[in-house]
Structure formats: C-alpha cells, structure tokens
C-alpha cells in the first residue's frame, strides 16, 4: 500500500510542474493581452492625420504604420490563440494524470476495499484523498481552461477579412478624406 502512495507522490509532483508551466502560461497570456489591447487603443490616434504634422507629407506613411499595427496585432492574436492552446494540453495532462490514478487503483495487482482506500500509513495520506487530489486538481484546472476556452474561441471568431478587403477598406476611408 505505502508503494501505491509513492506513485501517487509522483503523480502529485508530475502536477505541480504542470501548474508552474500553467503559471508561466497566464503570465504570457497576460502580456499578450495588454499588448493587443495597447495596438487596439493606438488604432484611432493612429488613423487621424492631424496626429502625423509633418510626417503627413510622406507619401503613405499612414497607412504603412496603420498595416504595421495591423500586422501586429494579427501577431499577436495568433499567439494568443497558441498559449490558449496549450492551456488546453494542460487539462488534458491533468485529466490523463487522474485517469492513470483512477486506473491505478482498480487495476492494482490487489483492488483495495473501501477500508484500505482509506487506511493512512503513518503521515501519508490515503488511497481516497490522493484521489480526491486529483480529481479536485483537474476540476480546478478544467474549469479555469473552460474560461480560457471562451477567450480562445472569441480569438479564432476574431474577423477573419482578407488583407484585399482591408485594403479597399482603407482605399475608401483614405480617398473620401483627399476629396
């Protein structure tokens, strides 16, 4: 029993290197936010001519920085996108950590009873509270991805226009302004 402990100790380990790599991740996705949202706020300083003095004289200097931004923050989303995705092998990490655990015990050499599931060997903790670790551990995890997985899903619906789209968008704006 004290053996089938030791292996859950590991798992638990195997855990918190994923919860430090979670960590690292919203870190990132923080960063990433806060220079998406910093291009965002730029965009309408960025579109008025009067904001240009006497940069206005070279010719397409607006919309080369406008593109510039543009493309940058087409950039970032697509990281964005990648941390949210890996948000997810996290889950998914966890949610094989619980399922081997589960697996561990019912497929021992010896299926323990309900009595030995929660017999403690000395400090250690029972085969039901390792158990419950896991289980509570992916719960937490899953749930904040499953918010994660909202933010994903807004970065993938993000408008999707083609560059010649924006471009003829752009041609419009910047034609009616000349006239």
């Avoid at 889950?91 to 094989?96: G, N, Q, R, W």
Wanted: with cysteine.
């Amino acid at each position: 029993m004290e053996m089938v402990v030791k292996k859950y100790q590991q798992k638990f380990r195997k855990i918190r290197d994923e919860i430090n790599r979670w960590d690292e991740l919203q870190s990132r996705l923080l960063s990433q936010f806060r220079n998406a949202s910093a291009i965002i706020e730029r965009l309408p300083v960025l579109q008025e001519p009067k904001n240009y003095g006497r940069l206005t004289c070279v010719n397409g200097i607006r919309e080369a920085i406008l593109g510039k931004q543009m493309d940058s923050l087409h950039t970032i989303l697509i990281s964005m996108k990648k941390t949210c995705e890996e948000f997810h092998g996290i889950v998914m990490s966890l949610e094989k950590i619980l399922r081997d655990g589960r697996q561990q015990v019912k497929g021992g050499s010896m299926s323990p009873g309900m009595n030995q599931m929660q017999l403690r060997i000395g400090i250690r903790p029972s085969l039901a509270d390792c158990l419950e670790g896991l289980r509570l551990m992916h719960e937490i995890y899953h749930s904040d991805a499953s918010d994660l997985g909202a933010l994903h899903q807004l970065l993938v619906d993000q408008p999707n226009i083609p560059k010649e789209e924006v471009k003829f968008i752009f041609d419009i704006i910047f034609a009616e302004e000349i006239c």
